[in-house]
Nanobody, 119 residues
Framework: QVQLVESGGGLVQPGGSLRLSCAAS????????MAWYRQAPGKQRELVAA???????PYADAVKGRFTISRDTAKNTVYLQMNSLKPEDTAVYYC?????????????WGQGTQVTVSS
């Protein structure tokens, strides 16, 4: 069973930075895409950034130029570097891994990590 473990969340002041980590229990090359989502209170979960196996890495408009997704294949870990944080970035951040085998798509989710941006 695939496990994704997020870490790195916390309380930060506006303008500050955090780096989230998502460690997978298996080789991340097995996944077609790994991504970060977030869900703020009372809102739907939304895509923040994605790292596909091939191709470009899309970002939500709200985080372009401030957030960067990266990966370390040796550590089977995906990161989300978040700079110039704003109060509206406050949310629970989730890591997702998507695996496609034939016509079957399986999504794996982490447990989430809380990010709070407040003075």
């Amino acid at each position: 069973q695939v496990q994704l473990v997020e870490s790195g969340g916390g309380l930060v002041q506006p303008g500050g930075s955090l780096r989230l980590s998502c460690a997978a229990s298996t080789n991340i090359f097995l996944f077609n895409v790994m991504a970060w989502y977030r869900q703020a209170p009372g809102k739907q979960r939304e895509l923040v950034a994605a790292y596909p196996r091939v191709g470009s890495r899309p970002y939500a408009d709200a985080v372009k130029g401030r957030f960067t997704i990266s990966r370390d294949t040796a550590k089977n870990t995906v990161y989300l570097q978040m700079n110039s944080l704003k109060p509206e970035d406050t949310a629970v951040y989730y890591c997702k891994a998507e695996r496609v085998v034939g016509t079957t798509t399986t999504n794996y989710w982490g447990q989430g990590t809380q990010v709070t941006v407040s003075s």
